[in-house]
């Protein structure tokens, strides 16, 4: 990287941002927050709030220093790439990596020949005998790791396909040459039971990051999806083993702390649609802080040194807590859109939700060209 | 018909002019979404979202977790699969990680005919 790149980066995003279009919209606070302004105050639905960005380290260095020029209130790093390095991270828990290498090893052979190719085609029709066909092999993208479980699941959904297409090869007057790795991982049941073992894990993965990368997944979505991630791996998913998944826990919760944003916190805390696990999934740590520690360092940084004003938040977002808590919010209620998250509930206006309501209306995930300013 | 389609709010390309939308329409277009009655109010959680809902809620599930839906037909996918191409949930359609994949697909390629496929995995994995 060389110096400076976050700067220039940064007078591009500026520059992408004074245009005609936009005048009527905040695209920066640096003027208000000098004069004193707490950031709280600066909320309002004519204002661009966040960036939400990939994380290489220049974007990270732009992200930390737009906010920090008061440019945006806050940051947040994609939580659909946090998720795809939490696949990445799996890959290296043993049992992962036996059902990745063994599925590539399939898979590549299986792609790269064309006679294999067309041999097992033939074996899945005659397998499925007139019925539906479970898919065909898929190959693997190293830039989206999240897409090893498509690899992996349609390795194991082949399977019995794989392993009566050597058998017919064997058989035949001239038999196709399949190296050794190839026979051994189509054979092999350790692979198998590797493979078995981590489809449901991984194609739960993939499905978090397709959602995510949808582009509908407002805010709330970003703690919510990783919460749901770590309490599945504690308490499903108990075809992995005990350690394992102690093992895998690590890896959402330093890809969340590090892409995160205590606002990303507020926003999952203030969304009706997640109350009726919020208890339990709150109880999680993300390392040290617990996601009320984060909720009040947002409080915090929002208010600045206006102390009454933040127990005036804290009292607000307690009192939503309670309000949801004795009421409950019905089914079609949880479906509003974030930003009117003020209506469920059915009562006088929480301040502080109702002026996040345009944050936490914003998109979890980010690719740059600065499209989800 | 023509009346409708310029009508229509897209964040992928601008139908007046024919160019592709910039960092400002995407915030406008994000904006003004915000503030239509009719796209808030027919708004719906994700199937995912609340497939991960129940599933936490209820837990009276078998355990086993929300999973990927089943990859397409063989036929639909055997010609892009073995051609080298990625599927279509696999890639952006016209983002730099579609060219980063065929790079890897022409790399491994060339690899699996000189080196076996041991050393054409080794490169997937690096």
Known sequence: MEAGTDDTLLELLEAGLSGPLLRDVATSSSAELAGGASPLSLFSSRRVLSVCTDSPSTT????????????????????????????????RVAVFELALRESLIITVFFARSPRARWLLRAVRKMLAGGGAEVGALRTYSRTRWAGEGATIASVDANLPALQHTLLENAHSAAPIAVPAPVTAAVNSTAAADAIRRASPFLCFLARVVEHLEADSAPLSSYTGLFECLRAT??????????????????????????????????????????????????????????????????????????????????????GFAAIETAHGALLSERNFHPSLLVAPVGVSVPRAAARSGSAVGYTAVGRWRGENV | MFKTLKGVVTTRRNRLTNERVDAQSRIIFNTSLLRRPDVLGTYRRPDAEHELLAMLHGETGSGAPVQAPPPPSAADMDDAAMDGSSDGSDTDSDGPKCMEQLADDIAVARIFDTEGVEAAVDLLLS
């Open chain 1, 60 to 91: 990270v260095a732009l992200r930390t220093r737009a906010v920090d020029r008061g440019q945006f209130l806050f940051a947040f790093g994609c939580a659909a790439h946090a998720a795809n390095l939490v696949a990445s991270d799996a890959a």
């Open chain 1, 233 to 318: 791996l504690a308490k499903k998913l108990t075809v992995i083993s005990v350690a394992e998944r102690q093992l895998l826990q690590g890896a959402p919760e330093r890809r969340f702390t590090s892409f995160s944003d205590p606002m990303v916190v507020s926003a999952f805390l203030l969304d009706p649609f997640w109350g009726p696990v919020r208890g339990r999934l709150s109880v999680l740590r993300w390392g040290r802080p617990s996601l009320a520690d984060m909720r009040d360092a947002a409080v915090e940084r929002l208010c600045g040194g206006d102390v009454s004003a933040r127990a005036a938040r804290l009292a607000d977002m307690a």
